[in-house]
């Protein structure tokens, strides 16, 4: 539906999202094109949350009937590449359903209420998380002291997560210490996670040298899936901007294992 103004939802939509993840001023890797990726036919009435951007996710948004695909990673990582193939396939099934993308990445990992970061944080019980791990100018994640085991500590990340935690004990104090989180595929940080004065670090997954280095430099270090700990973020944006035009929303669940 147009306004009396000539704007489409689809438009008032992506100018809100724009402005609460402050896509404009906060960093992120060129593959990301945060922002509108797919132009649709203008409304906001079923809204789609995903991971990634993929065809089987977007035949699952076209076949619930979604007006609005939101993913945390989009369409262009890879970069420049033929539409043909997957792609030409991927954007044709989007286009003759005239449903829009909308991609958001570090932009969703670090808001102080929608993000990954900050949901994962609350859900394993992090009650007063401050932002840490400079960035290309800003923090790129979440820390505090917390006063539970280890054991505890994975099982509430488990149970947040739904999904397998693999874990690497190498601190030697039997209880977490100051935790970290940076959701994703932050692992080849933990040297500099180690030196910024975290006991804890969790993370989606990371290099097959992270864990000995975590052993020997006296770090606990929490996988719990890239995947599984980037759910969070999308869906927290969708039930936002689902709240804000009155329209319905689902999450499209395609796990990677990863």
Known sequence: ?????GVTALQRAVA?????????EVPDYSGAMNGLQLEGKGTVTRIGAAVDASLPVVEKAVAS?????????GMFWQGAQPVTGSM???LKLAMDAGMAIYSSHIPLDVHPMLGNNECLAKAIGMDSPEP???WKGIELGLQQPMEISLDELVARVGDATGAAVHHCPGR???TVGRVGVITGGAGSEVAAIAA????TFITGEGPHWSYPLAEELGVNLIYAG??????FGVRALAKWLANRFGAEHLFLDHPTGL
Request: proline share 2%; charged share 20%; aromatic share 10%.
């Open 172 to 174: 030697a104090d039997s």
């Open 65 to 73: 009937g979604c007006d609005l695909l939101l993913v945390h990673h």
């Open 88 to 90: 030409f396939r991927k």
């Open 16 to 24: 809100m999202m724009d402005a609460e993840l402050n896509v404009a």
């Open 196 to 199: 910024a004065g975290v006991d």
């Open 132 to 134: 840490f791990f400079p």
């Open 226 to 231: 890239h995947y599984a700990t980037e759910t």
């Open 1 to 5: 539906m147009t306004s009396n103004d």
